[in-house]
């Protein structure tokens, strides 16, 4: 197994790289702070990869039963949406972006952010605020603004398009929870969820067929989306949408946008006003 890697971005980002974990991370407060958060944080780091791989094959299972402090995260994040199919990987990047933020929010850090591979975990003392860019639509700049007064403190976003593979066919679904992991987790059921299980457009293999290790075995996911006419991007939305009001009356998520492109849907008070953080 590669060794953790840490480097000092030009614009004083910290990026921290080991295997298929990529993590950009950022703090403001006094120098101190950053620093001690700083050094903790990569201290952290250097056994994400190692705790995760030792329990794979329980993160793999839907009804696994891992023991480390990132999968009971990935575990408790993820139980709730059941009796749905979903396995604690539904939201490793999430959980790892959580664990290293409170390693990063020591005293005296009054804002800060970790991103792993646009997953985001954010820390926001009173009276702090933090714009973050989201993988959203093809080319376009968007962003949300959370402040500390809100609730969110996690974002995610999930896709057939993005690094991993789903069920269903949005282009991205971004969501904003109280955690980066449920965040996680709630992309991946409500892209799954944006669907159209019988149209000939859509091409589909068997998730064991693209990658032998994956965690949702022999079920279809999305290689290919093609043929769509209007009312089938109306159709597929509605049923994304309607998981996503359920998710968000039952407390589990803050706000969501959904992308099938060219359409658009948001939900939720945060719901994203101008369809990285800073």
């Known amino acids: 197994m590669t060794s953790a890697t840490c480097a000092r971005l030009p614009d004083g980002r910290l990026h921290l790289h080991h295997g298929p974990i990529d993590i950009i991370a950022q703090a403001w407060g006094s120098p101190a702070s950053v620093a001690s958060g700083e050094a903790r944080m990569v201290a952290r780091f250097g056994s994400v990869l190692a705790e995760l791989a030792s329990e794979?094959?329980?993160?793999?299972?839907?009804s696994g039963q891992p023991t480390g402090p990132i999968a009971q995260l990935m575990v408790r994040a993820t139980t709730v949406f059941t009796p749905a199919f979903i396995t604690p990987?539904?939201?490793v990047a999430g959980a790892v972006a959580d664990v290293l933020l409170a390693e990063l929010a020591v005293p005296g850090v009054r804002r800060a952010y970790v991103n792993?591979?646009?997953?985001?975990?954010?820390?926001?003392d009173p009276g702090e605020s933090l714009s973050c860019a989201i993988a959203a639509r093809p080319g376009?700049?968007?962003?949300?603004?959370l402040r500390a007064e809100d609730t969110v403190r996690g974002i995610a976003t999930s896709g057939w398009r993005g690094r991993s593979?789903?069920?269903?066919?949005?282009?991205?679904?971004s969501v904003l929870a109280k955690t980066s992991a449920m965040a996680d987790a709630a992309a991946t059921m409500i892209a799954n969820a944006v669907n159209l299980p019988d149209h000939p457009g859509i091409?589909?293999?068997?998730?064991?067929q693209m990658q032998t290790d994956s965690d949702l075995g022999a079920r279809l996911v999305t290689v290919a989306v093609s043929g769509l006419t209007e009312a089938d991007r109306f159709r597929a939305l509605n049923a994304g949408e309607a998981a996503a009001e359920a998710f968000r009356s039952q407390g589990l998520i803050e706000a969501a946008?959904?992308?099938?492109?060219?359409?658009?849907r948001t939900l939720g008070p945060l719901a994203l006003k101008e369809l990285t953080c800073v």
């Open 56 to 62: 794979l094959p329980e993160l793999r299972r839907e």
């Open 203 to 208: 091409t589909r293999r068997p998730a064991h």
């Open 116 to 124: 792993n591979g646009g997953d985001i975990a954010l820390h926001l």
């Open 257 to 264: 946008a959904l992308f099938l492109h060219p359409e658009v």
């Open 165 to 173: 593979w789903s069920c269903g066919i949005a282009d991205s679904v």
């Open 140 to 145: 376009m700049p968007d962003r949300v603004t």
């Open 89 to 91: 990987m539904a939201a």
